[in-house]
Each structure stands twice: as C-alpha cells, then as structure tokens.
C-alpha cells in the first residue's frame, strides 16, 4: 500500500483524524500551562506542543495555543535528537525516555527555550517523537533571565545543553538534573516547570495512543501522508496566484547591543509558479552582539510569515514545502558557534518577517498590511526581596500596534509577531515579584498614519517596591518605527527610561542594555511601538479621524499634522 492510498480514508475520517492530531497537541499545552510555576509559561503561554514523524522529524501537528516561531524550530531540534541517537545512542530509545536540548546550534532559538523531545511507541513500534518547547525565566549566564544585551559569546548568555536523556525509561536522572540546577538562577523554582514540561508529553502519549486504537495505526499513517500533501497543494495554489517577479524589501535591527550601528536584513523574494525563493544573502555580515540569528530561527521566522499571509494553509511539513531558502551563509542570520543569539528568536526573526512583508505588499497588497510593532519587549529584572528572604527574576514581554491593512485600522496591544503569547496580568506580577505597576495605558498617537492607521502601543511604568534589583532588557524598534506602506507614515518608536534616584537613565542603545542597578522606589518606564500606517493618510475617512480624536488618540493638532485635514463629527 503506497502512503497515500486513500482505499481506507475517506474525507470525513481524514477531517476528523487532522483535528484530532491538532486536539492532542493543545491537550498537551493546557497540560503545560496548567502546571507549570513560572508566570511567563502560566499565564504568558511562552511554550508549545507538537507531534513530528518518526523518521525524519518533520512537522505532523502543532497545537493551535502554541507559539508561532517554534513551528519550523522544533521539527530542526528534532531532527537534531534522531541525529544524536543515532550517533551516540545506536540508534536505540525506549519507551519514557525524554531528552532535552536547548542548543541555538541543533535547531534552537536562544538558551531559554528549552526543549524535551520524547519517542512515542505505539504497540512496542516508534510512531512518533512528541515534543514541546517552554520558555525558563533563566538559564544562568551574565544578567537574571538571560536576555544579556551585550554578550559577544555565547557561553556569556547561559548554560547551553546538547540533546541528552534526561528521562531514562520514565526516570528523571537526578545527575544531569542536578548539573541544571547548579547553573541557574531559582533553581527551586524550575523543578516545577520541569515536571510540567515532562506531564504535557505524558498526556499526549495517553491521547495520541486513544486516537490510534479508534482508527488504527495504518489509518492514521494515511491520514498524515495526506494532511501533507494536502498543505502542500493548498500552500503552492496560493503562491500561484501571486505575480510572478522579483520582490524586494528591507528592514533593520536598531543595533547588536554591543556596535551602535543598525543590521541590516536585504530580502529578495522571486515568485516562479509554485515556488517562493527568499534570498537574504545581502543582509549585514555576523555581529558581536547577541542579535545573531540561528539558521532554524531564521527558516522558521519565514515560515510564520508566509503563514501570516495564507492563515488558511494548515500547519506541517507540507506547508514549506514550496519555500525554498537560500541559506544567508556569511551573515548574521545564520549564526555559528560561538556567536550570541540571545535576541535571535524574541527581535531578529521579528525583523525578518517584516522584511517579507515589506516585499510582498508589492506583490499582494490586498493580503498584505504595514508592519507591526515587531518586537516582543523582553524586559527582565532580577533582585533580592527582603520581605520574602528570596530572590527572583521576573521576566515579562509586551504588546504593541500591529499596522494597517486594506480595509481597516491596526490592532492596538496586539503580541508579537512570533506568537500568540500575551503579557502575564498585572495583578500576578505584582503578587509574584517586590514591585508595582504604575501606568499601564495606550499609548495614544504610536499609530503610524495612513488611509488606515497602525494601531497603538502600550505605556507601562513599575516601581521597585523593596530590596534592590539589576535590570536588562533586549527589545527593538527603537531606532525606526515600524513600517508604513504603500504612502503610511512609521510608527511610534519604543522608548526605555529608568529613573534612578530622581535622574533619568536612557540606554545608549535605545532599546537594549543590561546590569542597571535600580533601588527602592526607581522607576522603569516603557513605551511600545505602534503600527505602521496603510495608504495616504491624506484618504483617510474624516469621520475616522474625527473619531479618532474624540477618542483621545490624538489631539486636534496632531490630527491635523498627520492627516492634513479638518476633522467632521463622527457619524452618530
């Protein structure tokens, strides 16, 4: 029987198996989420979950709860582990053994996105690697959370794990396990996620073996080999509907935390009938900072991207298919040891997606929008709490404006990009960690301007309420705003202050710095960007702008300068 006999599948069947697939996975991240301590995995959702095929790790299913740029990210740390058990294991696994991994360099993202990859078995035959990705609050390394944003090797950024057995036959080894509390900063804390992490894959072993006993193995092998190829026609029939040509576009990290000086990402995209080639080979040479990009990141940035595009193609190996990539050898898009990468996964791959969409707005702008705020805000702050005679890092990411598109404004506070991760509440920060929000508010007129407008960034400011604390953060977009398209003016800038002390501190690299030592009642104050605008803003609606100003989003005078127009009552 060939893989794609149809003979025992019948459309409904096949329906009905995709779902499941999917179904086993968000399983798994409400199992994650569920039981995991730390706050950006229970309440930000920074993980995800997926089932990827027994031989060559290819992609079978994500969960629909899971981040975005861990798609093409975990079918390479999973290949990374069949490579490894061939190589040092003789090819052998039982069943519960897990491993673990969080080098950039074997299809990874940056040190705190560590991964456990498990085999499944299903009548004592491999069916199957589970495998999920959760982000630690910290893994050691110069700064607390491990967002250093001025490493220039990448030993400096934490402890970083080949792919290891870290579960022998259901057994946690208490000796590697030891090694990885030794190495990292509220070690107590991490045996939780830990045990999190290890129960998302039990619970997809229990849902993925429920699924086979009511189908049969032979079934769903079917079903996969068709979910395949079926993406990769759906995916090839929307390229084909592109022009075919030659579309460039650009954008730039504001700097690597180390050179004060932008990298730049050049993007070619050649559309040829059914095919997509992204050329990046112009892009800025490898940088000292940790704003190198790992090749997974950046294969996988691109993916979310097309994705972004055609959210209608369903997610797995298929889907890439018809996306080749020449790999940016000689760039810092395609890291090697032992260059940084911390701001790889949570800013570049940002970046890179915008630089996509900037090429193809000029093939498909009906599809297309301006781009979003494109960075993810990574902020983490580390101290000692006096009251509660502990310490803790408190990592969190922000929202920002997604940009306007065809038809309509941009989404104010929307995630990253990369992800469907939102920013832990407010109220559980402050139960967890010494200090108090003092702002959180829209931050009116980020909106670039356009026929229609991006939409708006946040404003936040947290005052340290006891002990003392050092803080880091690797963000971006604070050099240039995102980009307007097609005659929309940028969007906001993002903005960092700290004030210690009544002085004020702003980073010398706008958006990235580390080590500021902050004290009792120091402020920490953040602004995101807003979106690009869509269009002249000279078009826009006068009604919308008139709305718009009796909303408080931007006053009379500053309508006046973006739009170049009277504003009339809004309609009742």
């Known amino acids: 029987m060939s893989n ?9 069947t096949l329906t009905v198996i995709q779902n499941g697939l999917i179904q086993v996975c968000n399983e798994m991240d409400l199992a994650f989420v569920r039981a995991a301590f730390s706050p950006v995995i229970s309440e930000g959702m920074d993980r995800s979950d997926g089932i990827y095929d027994a031989g060559d ?9 899971g981040l975005p740029v861990f ?5 390479f740390s999973t290949q990374a582990v069949i490579e490894r058990v061939k190589s040092h294991y003789a090819g052998k696994v039982d069943p519960g053994d897990v491993f673990i991994v969080n080098d950039p360099y074997l299809g990874g993202t940056h040190l705190m996105d560590v991964r456990f990859v498990k085999p499944f078995f299903y009548k004592g035959e491999l069916f199957a690697w589970l495998a999920n990705t959760g982000h630690w609050p910290d893994v050691g390394g110069m700064v607390p959370g491990g967002f250093s944003a001025s490493a220039t090797e990448v030993e400096q950024e934490g402890l970083r794990l080949p792919p290891v057995k870290f579960f022998k ?14 190495n990292i900063r509220i070690a107590d804390q991490r045996i939780g996620d830990i045990k999190a992490q290890a129960a998302a894959l039990t619970t997809g072993e229990q849902r993925l073996t429920a699924l086979i006993d009511r189908y049969g193995a032979e079934v769903v092998r079917q079903a996969i080999a068709e979910m395949r190829h079926r993406a990769e026609r759906q995916m090839r029939a929307k390229i084909a509907g592109i022009p075919d040509g030659i579309y460039e576009g650009s954008s730039q990290v504001d700097s690597d935390g180390v050179v004060d000086e932008p990298l730049v990402i050049r993007m070619k995209i050649t559309k040829k009938g059914e095919d997509l080639i992204f050329d990046m080979t112009g892009s800025s040479p490898p940088c000292r900072g940790p704003m190198n990009s790992v090749i997974a990141t950046t294969k996988s940035a691109i993916y979310l991207a097309v994705k972004h595009i055609f959210p209608e193609v369903p997610i797995n190996a298929g889907t890439f298919e018809p996306l080749k990539i020449v790999e940016p050898e000689g760039t810092f898009l395609y890291a090697r040891y032992p260059r940084p990468v911390s701001g790889c996964a949570a800013e570049v791959s940002q970046r890179i997606a915008e630089a996509v969409f900037a090429a193809m707005t000029k093939a498909v702008p009906d599809l297309l929008f301006a781009a979003p705020a494109g960075t993810s805000g990574n902020l983490g702050v580390g101290g000692y709490d006096p009251e509660r005679s502990r310490n803790y890092i408190m990592y969190l990411f922000t929202g920002g404006g997604y940009g306007g598109f065809q038809g309509g404004d941009g989404l104010s506070n929307g995630c990253s990009t990369i992800g469907i991760s939102k ?11 010494p200090v108090l929000f ?3 508010s829209l931050r009116e007129g980020s909106g670039g301007a356009g026929e229609f407008r991006g939409g708006f ?4 400011a947290i005052r340290l309420r006891r002990g003392e604390a050092r803080v880091s953060m690797v963000m971006d977009h604070g050099r240039t705003g995102p980009q307007g398209v097609l005659g929309g003016k940028d969007g906001g800038t993002n903005t960092v202050e700290v004030e210690q002390g009544g002085k004020t501190y702003r980073p010398p690299h706008l958006s990235k710095d580390q080590d500021i030592q902050i004290g009792v009642g120091d402020v920490i104050r953040v602004s995101t960007p807003g979106g690009g605008g869509f269009g002249d803003p000279a078009l826009r609606d006068p009604s919308a702008i008139a709305r718009d100003v009796a909303r408080g ?11 170049g127009a009277q504003q009339t009552p809004p309609s009742s």
């Open 438 to 440: 003092e702002e959180f």
């Open 4 to 12: 794609r006999d149809m003979s025992n599948l019948d459309p409904v």
């Open 169 to 182: 036959k259901g057994e946690m080894d208490q000796e590697i396990l030891s090694i990885i509390l030794s």
């Open 457 to 460: 960034g946040i404003n936040y």
């Open 71 to 75: 798609v093409g990210t975990m079918q």
């Open 57 to 65: 790790g290819a992609l079978i299913a994500q969960g629909e709860l």
């Open 423 to 433: 920013m832990p509440p407010v109220e559980v920060l402050e139960q967890f960690y």
């Open 553 to 563: 989003y931007y006053t009379p005078a500053e309508a006046r300068e973006k739009f």
